[in-house]
């Protein structure tokens, strides 16, 4: 069996990153919708665009706390020959006056306060004097200089108008979106659901987490990295049972996951050894395989594949190529199923900070530090580069895209990076 294995999968035809992550997103299904209220719809994505059912500020906003005037009335006024005027009401923010300010007359009024009619501006405390009580035993203040039309009034419908789109279908819902819905007296907002994607790990030298060490045995890294991940990325990680070396079980649990959840997610058995037992799964299944080779270091075995629709992601089993095929695309389906926009992982120029001199025929996703000096990226290669170091993503906070080529790159070249 292992023979024949072998020389089917010596034949894999490896595409490139973007072909494949190209092929990830056109198979993107979204998920149903759901009403969440919107505390529950942090990091969601909105399903229905929003509208503004009124305009923002809805009344003539003070911008300052002092008093609400005619303009033409302080058009003379200067420190040296202040103008004095009645201040016929007292109007804090949440109060409307039932006045109407006539020439001569202005209403103390504090920040967030709805403008009277009559007046057209606000001068701030700082540019007047209490005037004291007059003759007719009003209370009056001095103005000390000129404000002209509209000053320190926010006119309505300045900041949004009614009818205006304010949230659009597939933003991603953070503080400020909390804000705008808050602000507009949305309650509950439909979002897409969340994917629930299982977790297979594999491989008969894996131990759990809280087992005391054997020798030649590891613990099931990469089963946790994933699961954190995919909370990262947005959806439900459900960890299933590790599988051994047992093609058999594999098939059952791999179909029978695929059943259940929307996406399922293996780690290990993908490449070309005797027990690379998902690499078997995916020759004997009744499902479409996509890509099971990629132009890419680490995670050239990553393996992408659709069964009813429903995707699978066999990533390697080396750590570092687990983490970088999850996020290469592992995320942006998660994301695009929730109702993100499709596209492929952000990525930003950087400087490379030293020579990367190794000749490839992959991309290579180089885990760095990037940092910003003298207001420039730079990008620097961060501990050891191997497939199967774990350490190393401790340390990075980018993944620097090195493209393939001959003799590799000198310092100081420009690289695409991915931010962590
Ligand atoms: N003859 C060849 N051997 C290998 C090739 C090749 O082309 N020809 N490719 C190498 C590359 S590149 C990679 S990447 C790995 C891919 O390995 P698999 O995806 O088949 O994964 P496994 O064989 O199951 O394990 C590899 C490695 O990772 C460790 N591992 C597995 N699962 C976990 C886990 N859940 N937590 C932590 N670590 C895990 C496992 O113990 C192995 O050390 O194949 C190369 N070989
Ligand atoms: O995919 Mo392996 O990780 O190319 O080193
Ligand atoms: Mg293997």
Known sequence: MSGRKNQQNFMRKAISVEEATQIVLSNVHVMVKEELPIMQSVGRFLAVEVVAPQPVPHFRRSGMDGYAVISSDTSQATIKTPVTIKVVDNIPAGNVSQKVIKSGECARIMTGGAVPDGADAVIKYEMTEEGGIDLDGVDTCRIKGAVTPEMNVSP?????????????????IGP?????????????????????????????????VQAPLEPGKIRNSNGYMIAAAIMDYGGIPIMLDRIPDDSELARTQVMSALNTYDVVVTTGGVSVGDHDIIYDVTQTWDGDLKFNRLLMRPGSPTTYGLWNGKPL??????PSACF?????FLRPAIRGMMGAELV?????????????????????????????????????????????????????NCLICIPGSPNGYKKGTLVEVIQL
């Open 176 to 208: 400020g979106e909390i804000a705008l819905l808050a602000m507009f007296g949305v309650a509950t907002v439909q979002v897409y659901r969340q994917p629930r994607v299982a977790i297979i790990t594999t491989g008969a030298e894996l131990l759990d």
């Open 156 to 172: 309505i419908g300045i900041e949004v108008s009614e009818g205006e789109i304010i949230l659009r279908t597939g933003i991603r």
């Open 313 to 318: 992601f066999a990533l390697s089993g080396n």
């Open 324 to 328: 970088v095929g999850a996020r290469l």
């Open 344 to 396: 492929p992982e952000q990525r930003m120029t950087a400087i490379l900070t030293e020579d990367y001199l190794k000749s490839d025929r992959s991309t290579r996703f180089v885990r760095g530090v990037l940092s910003s000096v003298d207001g420039m990226l730079q990008a620097a290669p961060v501990g050891l580069d191997m497939s199967s170091v774990t350490v190393s993503l401790r340390d990075a």
